[in-house]
């Protein structure tokens, strides 16, 4: 057998007996993060940059933390909560806020819910919406081999292949009106593209309860949604929000392209 033939077969059967210890392995296993245990699937792809970084996205909680430290009982929406890092980040560095988390994906919400029932965590409550424009069914992407982060109504094509389910989807107007929801500090959106959705479906809430928002807005995950960058700069515009970076500069339609080089995360703040 030549060399590269044997390259290929020592790949493959190095695949494959992977896969099948995860088969013969229990599905969940846990880490210590930010004091609590942190559960997920064993193939999941995130752990190993948890595992460097020890607090996922610290600028991010940072910023978080500034918005709510001084309010006596603050509210923070994790839209697109995966496995609750900033949720659980959050809980452990202000013991006083109430997080509603959202997410659709099975795997990344049992994870969660494993999360805050075995560390007894009262202050966040998990649910299995999408949220979005509209309410109703709609179909959502399964990624495989562990790359459930990237996970959406919509295949970007970032990850492995996909498979398709359907999940629940609701405007946060809806949610808020369901909930009687009277108060929102902070409200974090990481929906792998769909965050031009959320903001659609959430006009009364931010018009009326003006929380701070955090966002991603990534090219490589809105062309999925046939939107652009400055759709989102038009639509908080005319919510009266104002888009910054984390560090304070202000993003404007003209200037977001080139922002975007250097960042994924933002800011908007209520006027």
């Known amino acids: 057998m030549k060399l590269p033939h044997i390259k290929q077969f020592v790949k493959k059967s190095y695949w494959k007996?992977?896969?099948i210890m995860y088969k013969l392995l229990p599905r969940w296993t846990h880490m210590s993060y930010c004091g609590y245990k942190l559960f997920y699937n064993r193939e999941n792809a995130l752990i190993a940059r948890i595992r460097r970084e020890k607090e996922f996205e610290t600028e991010l909680i940072d910023a978080m933390v500034t918005d709510i430290k001084h309010v006596t009982h603050p509210?923070?929406?994790?839209i697109g909560a995966n496995l609750g890092l900033v949720s659980l980040a959050l809980c452990r560095r202000q013991p006083s806020v109430t997080i509603h988390a959202f997410e659709p994906g099975l795997i990344q919400r049992t994870a969660l819910q494993k999360s805050v029932h075995d560390n007894f965590i009262q202050k966040i409550q998990v649910y299995p919406y999408a949220l979005s424009s509209?309410?109703?069914v709609s179909e959502f992407f399964v990624h495989t081999e562990g790359d459930q982060a990237k996970d959406g109504l919509r295949d970007t094509k970032r990850g492995a292949t996909t498979t398709v389910s359907q999940i629940e989807t609701l405007?946060?107007?809806t949610w808020c009106a369901q909930c009687h929801v009277e108060h929102i500090d902070v409200i974090k959106i990481d929906t792998e593209g769909a965050e031009l959705?959320?903001?659609?479906?959430?006009?009364?809430?931010?018009?009326s309860l003006r929380p701070i928002i955090y966002l991603e807005i990534s090219p490589k995950n809105y062309v999925?949604?046939?939107?652009?960058?400055?759709d989102?700069?038009?639509?908080?515009t005319?919510?009266?929000?104002?888009?910054?970076?984390?560090?304070g500069e202000i993003v404007t339609s003209q200037n977001i392209k080139d922002l975007l080089e250097k960042h994924d995360t933002f800011r908007a703040l209520p006027l």
């Open 197 to 207: 959705l959320v903001l659609q479906g959430a006009e009364i809430t931010l018009k």
């Open 17 to 19: 007996s992977k896969r």
């Open 75 to 78: 509210v923070v929406l994790d």
């Open 232 to 236: 989102i700069v038009d639509i908080l």
């Open 238 to 247: 005319r919510y009266n929000y104002r888009l910054q970076t984390l560090e």
């Open 171 to 173: 405007t946060l107007d």
């Open 134 to 136: 509209t309410n109703g």
């Open 224 to 230: 999925a949604y046939c939107y652009v960058a400055h």
